[in-house]
């Protein structure tokens, strides 16, 4: 067996992907390929909690593990796979859903800013950890790269493997979230306080992996800033200004404050517009490499292959659980 520490996290195909998802997560899964035994997934299931068209999903599902490869994954190194194809993780969800307690699923603020307002919440976005936690804990994973917000969902899920092992007898392996210093929190483009979502309703909130050099300069022109006109890093008094300094930093390379210093005494224009060709670099190999992948069809090969090597570990652990558990198998 690899003594390589194993990885695993997941992104849900539930909108276009966003330079959120991307410098929050995805740089993140790119650079732990080089030293850790990683796995990858498309959280399909995790996006039916909250409604869409079957057409558009169907297509989101293969854009998302597109641009996964796109953005550096490389398919020989890493285990891609689609979450529905590998169906022990939907029968580790149902056995731990009987470890979890409905008083914890209730706390996670995930689902409470999701269901907030709404007059009819799916049971799936209640459970929603519990699929995760599953996920997670299918592949004995080490370490879940991952943006802050979703760090209460990795210490559920290691609360919940920890009630597991205490009940049963040791089957799970204790998961960390993995969270990168900066850039584990992009805000969003209209308003700083709230995170950058790719399910947000206005698009004009976040950038998107495949938006156009001109949709990304309309964009961040028109991004909010902040009362004065210095280009500062202060998240509290100028928290607009610092997500925008926080892109540029990680797209470009280069510390905040160097940042800083090239724009002293300028305003926030020149600096916007010099953002908006930096993000536009970052994402051009990106969206050459997306064409060119989508146009050879390897998708569904690596998705297929993925999900092959995927079971064979997931079983493993699947077995152990229902045997500790007391199933007849
Ligand atoms: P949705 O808006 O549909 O809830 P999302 O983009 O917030 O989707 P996921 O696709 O499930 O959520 O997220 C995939 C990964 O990207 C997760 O690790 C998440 O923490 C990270 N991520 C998402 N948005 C941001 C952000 N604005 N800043 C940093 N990381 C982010
Ligand atoms: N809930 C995550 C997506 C997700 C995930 C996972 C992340 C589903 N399963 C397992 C890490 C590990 C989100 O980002 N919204």
């Not at 760090?151 to 009940?167: L, M, P």
């Not at 969206?287 to 998708?299: M, N, P, T």
């Amino acid at each position: 067996m690899s003594q390589k520490k194993r990885v695993f996290s997941g992104i849900q195909p539930s909108g276009a992907l966003t330079l959120g998802n991307y410098l929050g997560a995805m740089k993140q899964w790119v650079a732990l390929q080089e030293t850790h035994d990683c796995v990858y997934c498309v959280v399909d299931l995790h996006a039916l909690t909250v409604p869409s068209d079957p057409d558009d999903l169907k297509k989101r599902i293969f854009d998302t593990a597109a641009l996964l490869i796109a953005s550096g994954l490389d398919p020989d190194r890493v285990i891609l796979i689609i979450q529905s194809h590998v169906h022990e993780h939907c029968e580790l969800a149902w056995l731990l859903s009987c470890t979890a307690t409905y008083g914890e699923m209730g706390r996670m603020t995930q689902f409470k800013e999701k269901s907030e307002g709404k007059e009819s919440v799916s049971l799936g976005l209640f459970t929603y950890p519990v699929l995760m936690a599953a996920d997670i804990l299918l592949y004995q994973t080490d370490l879940v790269p991952v943006g802050a917000d979703q760090k209460q969902h990795v210490e559920i899920t290691r609360d919940i493997a920890d009630r597991f092992n205490r009940r049963y007898g040791p089957v799970f392996t204790l998961p960390e979230p993995f969270i990168p210093e900066a850039g584990a929190r992009i805000m969003s483009l209209d308003d700083p306080t709230k995170k950058m979502s790719k399910s947000n309703q206005n698009p004009n909130s976040y950038v998107t992996l495949l938006d156009t050099p001109a949709a990304i300069r309309k964009k961040i022109l028109s991004a909010v800033t902040d009362s004065g006109r210095e280009v500062r890093y202060d998240p509290e008094n100028k928290a607009a200004v610092s997500n925008l300094l926080t892109i540029y930093s990680r797209c470009a390379g280069g510390s905040i404050e160097d940042i800083e210093g090239m724009y002293a005494g300028k305003g926030y224009a020149d600096f916007k517009k010099d953002l908006a060709a930096v993000v536009t670099d970052t994402l051009r190999p990106v969206q050459q490499r997306f064409e060119d992948i989508c146009a050879s069809g390897e998708v569904a090969r690596v998705v297929k292959d993925g999900a092959d090597k995927a079971r064979e570990i997931a079983r493993v652990t699947l077995g152990a659980a229902k045997e500790r558990i007391g199933l007849v198998i």
